[in-house]
């Protein structure tokens, strides 16, 4: 992986990444977060609910959180890439000041092709990366998300799918229980169905199989310990991993970065 720039903004809540000369694919996963993102140079192709997306420079990125996704270099060429992660929490306030409601909302498609909000993104992205303690900050922030809002949202109620109730059951059965060593066939007793079709179901519902949510989860724990301070270690055992290789890939794989370089960024504030 190339070169690689990351700030927390203390005052806006939010994580700016930019990576560098990024050339290696991503798996099926997916974050608690909002991930908004702008490809400055190169091209990825993104796999998203089921379809393919070319995501080339100057376009826009806006994945919702808990939907699976994954992305590949598409070309010889390596890519330089900004993405800004917003916790659900923000994005509610965001659109409550906005819009008047505080509803989360949903965004489509997820690759936006927009020159005026991808020139928007770029500037608000580099100020938080440069720290800037201008009121500039955020008012570029609010005029992004009152264009992006109006342009490409719906409210979750109306642009959500229903899942599977056999699904969701299993799900909860891991969001409890992700500390522990899990069996399929754990799974399948609170799912109340069979390997073969809860495999089916379950993949079919989220977008990834089970044992790919499951690690998904345990990095998204981890990352909440190693912004507090957690060693990666602790985060590992905490998040339920069985060991540090097997946290390092994952937490690699997932968010770009191994987690002792992600605990830096909050260690260093």
């Known amino acids: 992986m190339g070169d690689s720039l990351f700030r927390y903004d203390e005052g806006l809540q939010m994580e700016a990444h930019f990576f560098k000369g990024l050339k290696p694919a991503f798996p099926p996963h997916f974050h608690e977060h909002y991930l908004f993102g702008l490809v400055e140079e190169g091209a990825r192709t993104l796999f998203y609910k089921g379809c393919s997306y070319t995501a080339r420079t100057g376009a826009l990125l806006a994945i919702n959180p808990g939907d699976p996704h994954a992305c590949q270099q598409l070309g010889p060429e390596a890519t330089d890439w900004r993405a800004l992660n917003v916790p659900p929490a923000v994005m509610e306030a965001l659109a409550q ?20 909000l991808a020139a928007e993104f770029g500037r608000l ?19 992004f998300f009152d264009r992006l809002l109006g342009r490409y949202s719906r409210p979750i109620s109306l642009a959500q799918p229903e899942s599977r109730a ?19 066939d754990d799974l399948c007793a609170a799912a109340a169905l069979s390997r073969s079709s809860l495999l089916r179901a379950f993949t079919r519902a989220k977008g990834v199989t089970p044992y790919r949510y499951l690690q998904s989860v345990r ?24 060991d540090q290789s097997h946290f390092h890939r ?19 504030k």
């Open 97 to 116: 000041e906005l819009t008047g409601s505080g509803e989360a909302p949903l965004f489509a498609p997820p690759v936006i092709w927009d020159p005026e």
């Open 125 to 143: 992205h580099q100020l938080i990366l440069e720290g800037s303690g201008e009121f500039e900050k955020e008012e570029l922030l609010l005029f």
């Open 166 to 184: 056999e699904v969701e059951r299993a799900c909860d059965f891991i969001r409890q229980h992700y500390t522990e060593h899990i069996a399929l």
């Open 219 to 242: 990095v998204e724990r981890a990352k909440a310990l190693l912004e507090q301070g957690a060693a990666p270690a602790e985060a590992a055992l905490a998040a339920g991993f069985a």
């Open 250 to 268: 994952f937490f690699s794989l997932f968010i770009g970065m191994p987690p002792g370089a992600y605990r830096e960024i909050f260690f260093q």
